[in-house]
């Protein structure tokens, strides 16, 4: 080959190779510029995470990923940030991409055992926790998940020793004090709770989150000045710290500065309107409570109707502002109308998917608010499906006396009344209704102190459904006396005098999904313990299914007790019937008039053999009435009429008694950082 040729092709070769090193070269520019980008958003997420800012975090971190889908950090830290939101599917389904790209990075594991335990996976959190533990025995986060799962578990006494141990090690941590001092004051050891949360202040003098819980314990432990000074510390180091501010306006509730919780409520709910957000509907209701102590119930049900407007599922706003116009209002009053209209059309849904108690309690609530409303008619027919026809033609007769009838109403009287011509009650020439008697007398309370993590108040809230509740129970008087005490002795004292046979204290625990009722019942007499129940109810209509949980549990513990009506020769008639679950064949004690007593401790009546003077045995039951045969006790016939009838064997199908995790303890827990 000549030169001239070499040179040619070495000009060729010039020509080709240089454009193709220049376009390989180009990627590897960009995607260095490209990481640098998502390198910036990572550390801008970051900086605002720091600063608790959530939302900005996800802003950048979702362009930092969009930059560089294989950022693991920046993939975690948005994880983090859902976790921090309560968005707990959306935590777990980028931590686990986030583990993917890091398997060997335990901090983003041990955030998928948060995340799994926030979302009830308990079993998956276990096995991870317990395989992250195998690999390092002494992983401080996996220690403290290890914790939150006993506590999701309802073992809190586990999760003492397990923090108790760990803090051997990391004796100064921060969140290891808290946490000890949290589950302290949950098992009820408010003198340990104490000392752990003041060794943390010790330790961490200048932590506004340190003091924010402090502030927490303190008013646990009814301490409110000391409550307050250290809510007052935690906003001086992080002024725009909203758990703080809530905390501090209801600090100021529950020590009767009403003014001043208004003023912190209203600085929330403006923070809450500029932020197009509906985060602080305990803020609506809490300035609410403030006007009706003030005496300002006009302005509180304005503020509670806007608060509606907002969200008008909110249970415990709702729940405040009916007994405020019940019980401030005469029945004329239009904004009684609209209320009970709500529960009417929940009714009808209710109804329209066979959920008879739901709709029940529904119609029950209306006509509470507005008792002669038409839709009254609608009630009777839910009565009438269910299996009692008597109860039915009253409310008719009831509608009739209120001038609501037309031709259709008029035959279905006629019609009823024909149809029960020979039920029960008209044998023995009785009138049921006139017959109707309760056998329990139950005070509910709520001291005034009780407050839960997000409603101050909220035992004395959920006392008030449950009182409302119990005004249905056939068989039990939900005693008036004011539910707000300040003591248990003052609760006592007022039980006692009232002739109550047994009084109760309601106290609530929640977070933002769930809520967990805890009714402890006592002796009227003596003020002895009777029982405890507990209800745990999570979504949704919460607050009501809690209340009406621990109502049915009192209801069925209690012995089922009537009266001896009416005595024909060897056959008797009591004011007890279908609609109280007699049933063809129970056999009641006869005791003599006056005779039976509750027992001095639990939930018992208590009578002598001798006050024992026969046996009922049912064999007719209507709805509210039933007879049967009697067999006296003895040679001597002892049975009169007025005796009462026990049927102690009632006792024995108790339900069990619902227990579940303290959601406020793990609230306060997930979210300490």
Known sequence: MSVKNKKLSWRSLTRSVIPLFLLLLVPVNMTAQTQGTAAVYYERGRSFMAQEDWYSAVESLLECIRYNSAHAEGTAALAECYYELAEFDEALNWVRKARLLARSNMSIANLEVFTLIALGQLDAASALVSDILVREPYNKEALFAAGEL?????????????????????????????????????????????????NALAQHPDDYRVFYYAAYIYAQNDRLTEAIRYADTSLYYKQDHTPSQSLMATLRYRNSQYDEAIRLADILIARDTVNRSRNNMSAWYLKGLSLIRLGRAN???????????????????RAVLEDTIISSTPLEDPRRVRLASWHFNRARTYRSRNLSDQALFEYRRGLRLNPFASDRREYAELLRLSGYPARYLDELLFLQEQGITDRTMNDSVEAYNSLLFNALFRQWQVNPIELTERHWKIAVFSLAGQSSFYHADAG???????????????????????????????????????????????????NERDISIKCELFVGRTGSPAGTFYAY???????????????????????????????????????KGRADGIQAGAVFDVIKKGRPQTANEGIALIYA?????????????????????????????????????ILQTRGNNRPQIESAANPELRTLLRTLR
């Open 150 to 198: 006993d506590i999701a578990r309802n073992r809190p006494s586990q999760a003492l020793l397990r923090y108790r141990e760990a803090v051997s090690r990391y004796p100064d941590d921060r969140r290891l004090l808290i946490s000890l001092a949290l589950v302290s004051l949950s098992l009820g050891d408010n003198e340990t709770s104490l000392v752990y949360i003041n």
């Open 299 to 317: 302005e509180a049900i304005t503020v509670l109707v806007n608060a509606l407007l907002i969200n008008e599922e909110d249970e415990f706003i």
């Open 460 to 510: 004395i809230t959920a006392a008030s459904l449950i009182r409302d509740l119990l005004t249905h129970d056939r068989n039990i008087t939900p005693m008036n006396i004011p539910m707000r005490q300040a003591t248990f002795s003052q609760s006592f004292r007022q039980a006692r005098e009232a002739d109550a046979d047994y009084f109760m204290l309601v106290s609530v625990t929640e």
């Open 537 to 575: 109810r999570t979504g949704a209509e919460r607050l009501r299914g809690a209340a009406k949980g621990v109502t049915e549990q009192l209801s069925s513990s209690l012995p089922m007790r009537g009266r001896l009506l009416i005595r024909r020769q060897g056959q008797a008639l009591i004011n």
């Open 609 to 645: 053999q001798d006050e024992l003077v026969g046996t009922l045995t049912i064999a007719n039951v209507d709805e509210e009435i039933a007879s049967g045969t009697l067999t006296r006790n003895g040679f001597f016939d002892l049975i009169e009429q007025g005796d009462e009838i």
